[in-house]
Every structure is written in C-alpha cells, then in structure tokens.
C-alpha cells in the first residue's frame, strides 16, 4: 500500500495518474451519518413518548453508532483508488479484499452527490453509473473534497469520452429548465405518496382527537415517520431541479440538503417518460423522467430509492415540449388508440391506452389515473415481447413490449388487435434494426456507441 | 408480419417431458404417502382420500406441463432469435443477435441425467425472455456457439 503524498495545498487528484489514492479522512463520519439521523429519532421518540427512557435502547444505539463508525474507519483504512490506462480501480475490504475495475468507456454517467453532513463537511461522494449493473459492478468514491469530486468528475468523462468513438464537440452550456419551488411544493403533496400520508396525518390527528391522548398512536408513528420521510425524500431530492444542456452531456443539479450533480452522456438515455397524474392534468402539470442504463448506487447517502431521474419533477406543458424537442427533435405522439373491445379487458384504462411509431422512435401511453407516455428510440430496443393472456386471447388483443436496458425500463404497446400487434411484431425489428445502423454510423449524434 | 407457419420453429427434447415428469412425481408420491400416512391416523378412508387427491392433482399438473413442453419453440431467423412459449399465458420474443450480452447454459443433476441443458440469452434488459429449456446437450452447445458467433457479428451495445 503506497499512498501518493501530494504537494501541499494542490489537490490531491494532481499528484501523478497511476498512482493509489485514498478517500477523505473525515469519510466515515458522513457515512455513519444516517446512524446519527436515526438515533437522534429514537431519543427523541424516546423522550416524547416514554414515561420511562429506557437507558438501554439509548445505549444500543451508541453503541450501533460507535460500531458504524469503527467499520466505517477500517474501511477507510483499507479503501484506495487509482485511475490507470482508462480503468478506475477502487480496492476495499479488509477480510473480503474487492478489486474493482472500472472500463471508463462503459460509463453511462457520472454523479456528484453531497449529503447534508457532507456538505457541512465540504465533502461529496462521487457515484459512477455502469450499464446493467446492480451496486455489484457500479463505483462509489465516498468521500472527497468537493472540488477534487468536480474536478474527477469532469476528468472520468473526459477519460470516458476520449475512449468512445466520438469526442464531443465543444459548445456553450445552456439552461433548458429550472424547478419552480412553491410549485414542487404542491406537486408533491398531490401525487398519490402526498394525498397517502395527507390521510395518515390526518387520521393520526384524528385519533389523538377523539382519543385524547397522544400516546394511542404511538404504534402508528413510524408510518407516520416513514410517509412523511418520503414526501421529504422527494421534496429534498427534486428541489431546485436544474438542467443545462452541455458538450459532454445534459447536467441535472438537484437537491436541498443533500445535492446531486450529474451528467448524462449523450445517447445514453433508453426511455423518456411523461407523466401526468390526475389533478396535475387539471393544473397544467408535467412530469417527465429519463432511464438512463446503469442503476444508481443504493447507500446510506440514497436520496431516491429506485424512483426514476426526473429531468422535469414538475413543470408546464411548455417546459414538457421544450425538453421533448431537446430530447428528441422529431418524437411521436401517441395518436392510435386501442380497439373498442380493449375496453372489455382493460376499463380503467382504456381511455389512455394509445401508441404511435415513427423511423426513430416508439411511443406508447397507458395508465388509470395516471397517465404515462413512454417513449423509447427504437435503437435501444433490447428485445420485443408479444404477450397474450387469457382473457386478451377471448377477445382477440394482444400487448408488445418493448424493453430496453434496465430493470422495468421500456414502453407497452398494450391491448391491440390480433392483427395489428402480430405486425408491430413483424415489422418493429426490422425498423430497430435499421435505426441502430444508422446511429452506428459515423457522425450521427446520439449514437449507442461503444458500451 | 409473421406468419407463424412461415417460421420453421424448433422444439425443446422430448427427454425435456420426461424431466418435468419425474419432478411431478418426486413431489407428489412423497406427498401422497404422507397424506395417507396422516389421514391414516383418523380413518382408513381419509387416509385414501387424501391420496387420491393428492394423485389427481399430480396428474393434472402433468398435463398441464405437458402442454407447456409442447408450447415452447424457438427459431433462429436471419437477424434475431425468436423464442415462443406459455400455454395460459402465450408470450412470443423477438431477440436481435446483437443485443445479446451473455449466454448461459445450466443443466440440472436431472436435465444432466438425460443429457439435456437450458440455453438463456441475456440482454441488457431484464425482462428479454430468451430461455430455452430442454436442448441436447450438444445441441445446446451448438445453439449456444452459434449465438455467441452471431451476437459478435451483429453486436450493437446498449
């Protein structure tokens, strides 16, 4: 183990590529900082339910605590990094030694995250999203200074860049959307997760009212907690949602306390989703999401659980078809509704259920309450399913999907006449293979690449 | 617009139904003479009773699996593997060669008896549905070959 000692007060990433690198010294204590969020809950609940704190819970904590701490600073003591020949390597554990190696081409993006601590601290973690992967095979540097984190981030891209096929042609950044807060504010409380805890604050208030004592529901409180915490989740994790559109790739800032930086690299989105959730339809609301391959790292900093990126958390239909255009300069709409029959088999949802196909792209919406549009460039069809169950089979309809890279990721051409998906199923490969030749070629933007 | 007689499909092995017949059997006999031996202990007719039942449940998933081996088929055309299968529930999959990642061939202690193995290709989806179950063993390796040699050819990444 040699650690490179860099010049004083020159960032440490200057020192001589090759060399191992070690994580920042104040590291495990932003890791164990959910510990601290989660004992400080306790003593509090504690505190302000129990007639009698019990000093051995308050203990057992502690110690969960000083245990997390301990771990996290063995494992800092044996964590370290390099970056050689255009491979990222992290080697950590101290009883299971795990060697990581990182192929900077197979990049599908890179995120600078801060977490509240962190960001007190003047830290940031720095998460590398690798296609397919679950946490097995994608990198987390947790912690480094924040500069030194934007400053790898913009190198591992560049790195990243410079081995694909194509450069990136320089140009200026621009801002394609910016959140509007007041408006998040409202659109978090009227999704389905908003009007859920709406109801379990108010029949929790409700109890305590009719009951006349706080400590009926004390049983309840986690629920209540664990609502509330998403909404915040949410709310913190969409907060002051930025994008620009920039060389290297579209920049999404994000976040409240805990801030997200990252960059999607140009064709690597799989599937653009928009939307529109019963009484946003009635605002002139929009909410459009990205699958971009590679799932993001899930640790203790996880802002978002497996939600989706949110290029627009919220926004008007203006915004929507800004971002559209700029996503894609020619998309679809999704004009071919379903047979009549559907209706038999799907009744709920028969009135959204439409799809449309261009040379480019699919599009294809569906959804009760909640309408979604899916589209997905028929390059990153990773394969067409025809499907038909029983009651379809009655009625003479048939649902194709179309998956593209990632868990769930992918749009549904649902409830179609026999007829009409057997030729979606005839013709859609011929028209994905004709899109991935042309995005093979030289020159065209947004091409799959290498990956 | 496929017109399935167009398309010469291939059928997993005739062993592949003998394989999932005698794990109908290695569930149900077991559980059979337990259900006799307890039923035993309230009366000689429950006993039976309980058998019987259990016999005829057997029975009916052997059909149903039979009809399940005789749905499954796959065909290689020019650019993508087509894999159909499902009795209840018909699924049909279309996989480019070019969109394979992986190939993986497994053999139970079962398959492994009869000489048999299950080809899956794997896409960087999830939900790609490119399994095929119940090939000869050297029929798998062959088909498994032969999609590695495509897949390079033809491949497209993500």
């Known amino acids: 183990m040699t650690t490179q000692s860099a010049p004083q007060g020159r960032p440490v990433l200057l020192a001589g590529e090759g060399g191992w690198h070690r994580l920042h010294p104040l590291s ?24 009698h704190p019990a000093r051995g819970d308050i203990i057992a904590d502690l110690a969960v605590l000083g245990l997390a701490l301990g771990g996290g600073f063995v494992s800092w003591l044996v964590t370290r990094w390099q970056i050689a020949d255009g491979v990222l390597r992290i080697d950590t554990g101290l009883i299971r030694r795990d060697s990581r190696r990182i192929p900077l081409s197979q990049v599908q993006a890179v995120d600078v995250v801060q977490s509240g601590l962190a960001r007190i601290l003047g830290l940031a ?5 690798v296609a397919g992967a679950g946490s097995a095979r994608s990198g987390r540097l947790a912690c480094l200074r924040r500069a030194d984190a934007e400053e790898l981030r913009g190198k591992l891209l560049a790195l990243a860049a ?4 194509a450069a990136p042609a320089a140009g200026p950044s621009r ?23 709406l109801v379990v604050v108010l029949a929790t208030a409700l109890t305590v009212q009719i009951s006349g004592s706080a400590t009926t529901v004390a049983p309840f409180l986690p629920v209540v907690l664990g609502v509330a915490g998403a909404l915040w989740r949410q709310f913190n994790g969409e907060y002051g949602t930025t994008v620009t559109s920039a060389p290297d790739g579209m920049r999404l800032r994000s976040g409240l306390i805990q801030t997200t930086a990252e960059t999607i690299r140009p064709g690597r989105i799989q599937a653009v989703r928009l939307v529109e959730p019963l009484i946003w339809r ?20 996880e802002s978002e659980g497996r939600r989706h990126r949110a290029l627009i958390p919220v926004g008007s239909r203006a915004d929507a078809e800004l971002m559209l255009a700029e996503l894609m300069p020619a998309h679809p709409l999704p004009t071919r509704p379903a047979p009549s029959r559907a209706r038999r088999k799907a009744p709920f949802s028969y009135h959204f259920l439409a799809w449309s196909a261009d040379d480019r792209h699919v599009v294809a919406s569906r959804g009760r309450v909640c309408r979604q549009t899916t589209w997905v460039p028929l390059q990153k069809v990773q394969s067409i399913r025809w499907v038909q169950g029983p009651l379809q089979r009655q009625l003479g309809l048939a649902t194709v999907h179309l998956d593209a890279a990632g868990k769930r990721v992918g749009a549904r051409i649902q409830d179609r006449d026999n007829a009409e998906a057997l030729e979606i199923l005839g013709t859609l490969p011929d028209l994905a293979r004709t899109a991935r030749s042309r995005a093979g070629q030289p020159g065209q933007p947004g091409a799959g690449a290498s990956a | 617009m496929i017109d399935r007689s167009e398309v010469s499909w291939l059928r997993p092995s005739p062993l592949l139904l003998r394989v999932r017949r005698i794990e109908v059997a290695a569930v149900t006999v077991p559980l059979a003479i337990a259900g006799w031996l307890g039923g035993q202990v309230v009366s000689a007719a429950t006993g039976i009773g309980i058998a019987a039942a259990l016999v005829l449940a057997g029975l009916l998933a052997e059909r149903f699996l ?3 081996v005789a749905a499954w088929g796959y065909a290689e055309r020019k650019d993508d593997l087509m894999v159909r299968r499902g009795v209840l529930v018909r699924r049909l999959s279309v996989i480019p060669y070019g969109r394979m990642q992986f190939i993986d061939v497994t053999a139970g202690p079962l398959e492994r008896g009869l000489g048999l193995a299950t080809v899956r290709m794997h896409t960087a ?9 119940g090939l000869q063993a050297a029929a798998a390796a062959a088909l498994r ?6 897949g390079e050819a033809q491949a497209a990444g993500l």
């Open chain 1, 28 to 51: 495990p204590f932003v890791r164990a900082g959910r510990q601290f969020i989660s004992l400080a809950v306790v003593l509090i609940g504690i505190s302000a339910l129990n007639q």
């Open chain 1, 125 to 129: 973690e720095l998460q590398l999203r």
């Open chain 1, 162 to 165: 410079a081995s694909a096929v």
């Open chain 1, 175 to 197: 801002t394609l959307f910016r959140v509007h807060a007041g408006r998040l504010f409202g659109a978090v409380l009227l999704t389905r997760s908003g009007a859920t805890a």
């Open chain 1, 282 to 301: 009635r605002l002139g609301w929009y909410r459009l999401e990205v699958d971009v391959a590679g799932s993001r790292e899930r640790g203790e900093n």
């Open chain 2, 66 to 68: 039979a009809r399940r």
């Open chain 2, 125 to 133: 989806a999830a939900a790609s549905d490119a399994r095929i179950p």
């Open chain 2, 145 to 150: 070959d032969q999609l590695a040699a495509l």
